[in-house]
Nanobody, 124 residues
Framework: EVQLVESGGGLVQAGGSLRLSCAAS????????MAWFRQAPGKEREGVSC????????KYADSVKGRFTISRDIAKNTVSLQMNSLKPDDTGVYYC?????????????????WGQGTQVTVSS
């Protein structure tokens, strides 16, 4: 069974930075794709970024390109999301997701393992 545990959320002022981490267990962490999604109050969950664990290829939502960076540490079975130049619109619960498939997509239905989420709040 896949287990994903997020950490690193918190409250930050606009323009600040946060780094989220997702610790994965129950998977081999090689032939997988992992992603970060977020859900703002009253809105649907949206894809933020994903990464192919095997070759490191990444995708980003247009709204975060140039500000967020996703990375993986194969030795530690973790995926991180470095978030810079944060805006109030980045506020939401951030979820880590995984799928046993090397294709990285920003589609919620693609993933079958989910973490519990971590709150990110950006104040203006």
């Amino acid at each position: 069974e896949v287990q994903l545990v997020e950490s690193g959320g918190g409250l930050v002022q606009a323009g600040g930075s946060l780094r989220l981490s997702c610790a994965a267990s129950g998977i081999t962490f090689d032939d997988d794709a992992m992603a970060w999604f977020r859900q703002a109050p009253g809105k649907e969950r949206e894809g933020v970024s994903c990464i192919d664990i095997n070759d490191g290829r990444t995708k980003y939502a247009d709204s975060v390109k140039g500000r967020f960076t996703i990375s993986r540490d194969i030795a530690k079975n973790t995926v991180s999301l470095q978030m810079n130049s944060l805006k109030p619109d980045d506020t939401g619960v951030y979820y880590c997701a995984a799928v046993r498939n090397p294709i990285c997509l920003l589609r919620e239905e693609w993933y079958d393992g989910w973490g519990q989420g971590t709150q990110v709040t950006v104040s203006s």
